[in-house]
């Protein structure tokens, strides 16, 4: 509805704003239509109350005999004729007018404006169109005034001011409106109609066939004459009517089968329950012997833990033996190195022992042969003697030392050598504790593997007969549970038998 009027409303809008378009276009075309008229009609006056032809003397305009400058009356005269103000020019001066300027005087002695002197004056045409007098527009028709030698000197003119042409432009807009209200009366009148008979009409048919629905009656039947949406509506209830009898008449059907098939169902149950009864007395003793069995099991497997224990206990014991015996075999070798690192060290300073004792034996000789040359040159070789004889000492005592230093190396040698013996029969004997050691470790890994196997038998034996406990357990307790759901299959029966009865009750309420 409220889209309708707004569609009619700018309708009106839009014609009516065309409508002000055609009007003041055709208002200024018969406003310059009637300035053409009335410059004829004036001149046409003025030429039967001045006969004669227009001429100047100096600064006085003629018509025949009559002066036209201040003639107030001939252009009252015209004004009141045609209802337009009138002017006479000599050239471009006002010399008699109608028009007034703003003090209300006559605009005697005043200028045309310059693109009407252009036309008019100059180029001998007459003008029609909007001008400015005296800063008011009006619709003008100017004519240029000839003499008898056909030379213009000066303009008749008329207009008509611009508040004449807006008041006929008012009055046709108030009767656009006015039209276009009585339009939009009619138009939202015959909407309204329409409406009523098209929509009004059919929603209550509507409403009434649904309260008849709401209260079960399915043979109410909508009939709408009118072709349109709301016929397609209508279609539309009826169909959903016939469709809603069609499920009320399945549903009767469905409910007394649905009862029978619940008194079925509620007999089955009792007789699943009484076989779950039975089975459920049976896993209880099924559990009780398999429990006994999965005690002997855990204490067996006890037993294999423990020896298995003290197995991985012997097993870590002969590793350690085995990891100091190792040690002990590296610190005899680290040892055994030394050792004859200090016997080849031994034997260098033996080789330098010898190098002193020849050294000594040289220097000894040497000082012999100086005591002799001294002893030869007498007094003179004595106090060379002296120093000679003190070389020899002391190369008979490097020679000494050096004697007995070797001797010492010789003994330490044979003591390096006995050593290296003994440490090469120790790490012989050390290999061969650590391969018993090994082959210790290797037995208890052995039985301890066996326990682990043996262990691990037993402990699968348990776990198969706390599984089968479990099981046994768990199939009372999902006995007991089937027998709860099938009390509960046995009460939804019960319940659906009660559900089925309603629901017959409830179907026999509808009026099929």
């Not at 001429?55 to 005269?77: A, C, F, H, P, Q």
Request: glycine share 6%; proline share 1%.
């Amino acid at each position: 509805m409220g889209i309708v009027i707004l569609v009619l409303v700018l309708a009106i809008a839009v014609t009516g704003f065309e409508s002000y378009r055609l009007v003041d276009k055709t208002t200024n075309m018969l406003a310059m239509e009637k300035a053409r008229s009335d410059l004829a009609l004036g001149e046409v006056f003025i030429n039967q109350t001045a006969p004669g032809p227009w001429r100047v003397e100096g600064d006085k305009l003629y018509k025949g005999n009559t002066l036209m400058n201040n003639n107030s009356d001939i252009v009252d005269s015209v004004a009141q004729l045609t209802n337009d103000t009138c002017t006479i020019f000599l050239n471009g001066t006002r010399i008699a007018t109608n028009v007034k300027k703003e003090d209300g005087s006559r605009a005697v002695g005043t200028k045309a404006a310059d693109e009407v002197a252009e036309i008019v004056l100059k180029k001998k045409q007459t003008y029609l169109g909007e001008a400015n007098v005296l800063g008011i527009t009006y619709q003008t028709a100017y004519k240029p005034i000839f003499d008898q030698n056909d030379n213009v000197v000066g303009m008749f003119y008329v207009g008509i001011s611009k508040e004449f042409t807006s008041e006929l432009i008012n009055k046709a807009i108030i009767n656009i409106i006015l039209s276009g209200v009585v339009i939009l009366a009619l138009a939202v009148a015959v909407v309204l109609w329409r409406i009523r008979k098209n929509v009004l009409q059919p929603i209550e048919q509507l409403k009434t066939g649904s309260l008849a629905l709401a209260e079960g009656d399915l043979t109410h039947e909508l009939k709408i004459d009118v072709n349109s949406e709301m016929n397609d509506l209508a279609q539309a209830f009826n169909k959903m009517a016939d469709n809603l009898k069609q499920i009320i008449g399945r549903l009767a059907e469905d409910s007394s089968i649905l009862t029978s098939k619940s008194q079925e169902l509620a007999a089955v149950s009792e007789e699943v329950n009484a076989t779950i009864d039975t089975m459920a007395a049976n896993s209880t003793e099924v559990a009780a012997v398999t429990e006994e069995s999965a005690a002997g099991s855990r204490q067996a497997a006890s037993d294999m833990e423990q020896v298995n224990a003290k197995a991985q206990r012997g097993n870590e014991l002969a590793e350690d033996s085995v990891a100091q015996i190792n040690n002990l075999k590296e610190s005899v070798s680290t040892v055994s190195e030394s050792v004859k690192i200090l016997h080849e060290r031994s034997q260098n300073i033996g080789k330098i022992i010898d190098v002193i004792t020849q050294i000594a034996d040289q220097t000894n000789l040497l000082a012999l042969n100086a005591a002799i040359e001294a002893a030869r040159a007498g007094e003179q070789g004595k106090g060379f003697a002296v120093v000679a004889d003190e070389v020899r000492k002391l190369a008979e005592q490097s020679a000494n030392a050096a004697k007995d230093i070797k001797d010492l190396i010789l003994r330490i040698q044979r003591r390096v050598d006995t050593v290296l013996n003994d440490m090469g029969t120790s790490r012989s004997k050390a290999e061969q504790v650590t391969m018993a050691i090994e082959n210790t470790g290797l037995s208890f890994q052995e039985i301890s593997q066996s326990v682990a196997s043996s262990s691990s038998a037993v402990s699968q034996i348990a776990a198969g007969a706390e599984q089968i406990s479990s099981s046994t357990q768990d199939l009372a307790g999902s006995s007991q549970q089937l027998s709860a759901i099938v009390q509960q299959v046995t009460g939804s029966a019960s319940a659906m038998a009660k559900m089925a009865e309603d629901l017959n009750g409830i179907v026999k309420t509808f009026k099929l």
